[in-house]
């Protein structure tokens, strides 16, 4: 087991740095990191102060940071320290600048500005949360995505992710004992998605929330031949509506948001006349 002490230093607030942090460690096994974050650097003063924590804990040092003379002073000093220094956006700046024929802007945090489509983000979030499993059907039209699916097949968290990327998503869990309202069948506007699983890996997660809850882990929500019988339940229903499937069997959540986002944008294209 490699031990890496990651040190990701930024003007603003750090969270383009964890995103980038992440996809590059998930491709590596065996590896023990310890993050260090130092968010809002965009003085010579603070970058000292972060500086003496950073030498007594050496390692890989990813920053953003636009103003000159504090990102030089980083690099000169971990240098003398022997460290590795990566300006994560770099190559992505200077190739939008070439193209652009435009100098870039020294403006940390400009990501992060309260424009409509952080307004539109948020209000997607408090929609989402709103018309979580099956609440609120009255205004389903008013979605982006429906996702439809049995219990446990992701259609929470997946919903949440959406919301975080813009997307309005209601979920309506289907039960046979419970069949769906009718208005879910009548809706022009949002795209409805279904979501499904195998029966093997459902009964997996079922068991193991029921265990977290302390409660029997024996009973007909995770029975094998129930499970396979609700699946089928809720795949007939896809099939007699013609929504698109997803099976999250082997899929993460961004995997599984990932391939909603394609199927909306292929939705719209006609609209859009492209």
């Known amino acids: 087991m490699i031990r890496l002490h990651l040190h990701l230093l930024s003007d603003s607030t750090g969270e383009t740095l964890e995103n980038i942090a992440k996809a590059g460690l998930a491709q590596f096994d065996g590896v023990e990191t310890i993050k260090h974050f130092w968010p809002m650097v965009r003085s010579e003063g603070h970058l000292d102060r972060v500086l003496v924590e950073i030498a007594q804990r050496p390692g890989l040092v990813i920053f953003t940071l636009v103003n000159h003379e504090v990102r030089q002073r980083l690099e000169t000093r971990c240098h ?87 997307y309005k998503v209601a979920n309506i869990p289907l039960v046979p004992e419970s069949p769906p309202p009718a208005s879910l069948f009548r809706l022009k506007q949002p795209l409805v998605v279904g979501l499904t699983t195998s029966p093997d890996r459902l009964v997996q997660i079922r068991r193991n929330r029921l265990l977290s809850l302390n409660q029997a882990p024996e009973t007909p929500y995770v029975d094998q031949e129930a499970v396979a019988a609700e699946l089928a339940f809720a795949r007939r229903i896809f099939s007699d509506n013609g929504w698109p499937v997803i099976d999250v069997t082997r899929r993460s959540i961004e995997e599984t948001a990932a391939a909603i986002i394609n199927l909306v944008n292929e939705r719209r294209k006609p609209e859009n006349g492209e």
Request: negative net charge; without cysteine.
């Open 80 to 166: 003398a320290l022997g460290l590795p220094t990566v300006s994560a956006l770099d190559p992505v700046i200077e190739a939008l600048s070439r193209v652009l024929g435009q100098e870039a802007m020294e403006r940390p945090g400009r990501q992060h500005m309260l424009d409509a489509a952080y307004f539109a983000r948020v209000e997607a979030i408090q929609f989402t949360i709103a018309h979580d499993d099956g609440i609120a059907a009255e205004d389903w039209e008013e979605a982006d995505v429906v996702l439809a699916g049995v219990s446990r097949s992701s259609k929470t968290p997946t919903a949440i992710y959406l919301a975080n990327r813009g």
